[in-house]
């Protein structure tokens, strides 16, 4: 309505061409956001209605085993996915290995990461400190047997 009654401005002389054209981009870009903004909301609101259809079937799986002694395959298969686990890391001097466990309907479930306590911290610098003197302590005793192998074969050219 806006654009029109400016066409029909400019048209009776009331608005000139220069101001018409000006305002007539200004209003070409706020359609084309206006556009691009739906295109955008469409998709989310497809994907919050697909993710809820997916929440409501996991509750469905989740209400069928509420009780249970025993863990079985089927239940398995019923729940996860798949799992993936990756490569071990020992950059922190431990072995780490990350797992991923996909569920059906929800995908990838991540578990909140916990703060470790002042004891697991004080833990874990004691270890790597041990660690360390241990990684030391095998540099030398091996620097020590090279030196006496290759003061043996000194001995057995000289004989």
Do not use: C
Not at 51 to 60: A, H, I
Not at 116 to 134: V, W
């Amino acid at each position: 309505m806006l654009f029109q009654k400016v066409y029909e401005d400019n048209a009776s002389g009331k608005l000139s061409d220069e101001r018409f054209k000006q305002l007539a981009g200004v209003y070409e870009v706020e359609q084309a956001e206006l556009k691009e903004q739906n295109t955008i909301l469409q998709n989310e609101l497809e994907a919050f209605e697909a993710d809820s259809e997916n929440v409501s079937k996991f509750l469905e799986l989740i209400k069928r085993y509420t009780t249970f002694n025993e863990l079985t395959v089927p239940m398995l298969n019923a729940f996860i996915q798949k799992i993936l686990v990756h490569a071990p890391d020992r950059t922190s001097g431990f072995r780490v290995v990350k797992v991923d466990i996909w569920f059906n309907f929800i995908g990838n479930f991540e578990l909140p990461s916990e703060e470790p306590t002042q004891q697991e911290i004080e833990a874990n610098t004691q270890y790597l400190q041990k660690l360390i003197r241990q990684r030391a302590a095998n540099r030398r005793y091996a620097a020590k047997m090279k030196e006496k192998e290759r003061l043996k074969q000194e001995l057995a050219a000289t004989a």
